[in-house]
């Protein structure tokens, strides 16, 4: 299964985006796709995931209240909805399959290419 993301631009303080994370193949129902992203200089930071099978969702507390995750299991895709968008919001994000919340790596961890975000103060 691959993923690819889209949906990133630019947006100005308090605004909002909404990615996209389209995947090529069939999900289980115990898949997770996780939202991560990353600002160069920066570690690599878990946003939000959620469970293909069952829709239950996690959240970062630095995204909590202002950002989304759901999936349209007709469509294959997860979205992230974000709002009351910050410049420290400013990153390329990315969407990973995995089998569990925050999973970065291991044998069924598999990741899209990244989509560039930036919010303007």
């Known amino acids: 299964v691959q993923l690819q993301a889209s949906g990133g631009g630019v947006v100005q303080a308090g605004g909002s985006l909404r990615l996209s994370c389209a995947a090529s193949?069939?999900?289980?129902?115990?898949?997770?796709i996780n939202w991560f992203r990353q600002d160069p200089g920066k570690e690599r930071e878990f946003v939000a995931s959620?469970?293909?099978?069952?829709?239950?969702?996690v959240y970062a507390d630095s995204v909590k209240g202002r950002f989304t995750i759901s999936r349209d299991t007709a469509k294959n895709t997860v979205y992230l909805q974000m709002n009351s968008l910050k410049p420290e919001d400013t990153a390329t994000y990315y969407c990973?399959?995995?089998?569990?919340?925050?999973?970065?790596?291991?044998?069924?961890?598999?990741w899209g290419q990244g989509t560039q975000v930036t919010v303007s103060s």
């Open positions: 990973a399959r995995g089998t569990s919340p925050a999973e970065e790596s291991g044998p069924y961890v598999s």
């Open positions: 193949g069939r999900l289980l129902s115990s898949s997770v």
């Open positions: 959620i469970r293909w099978g069952y829709g239950t969702t």
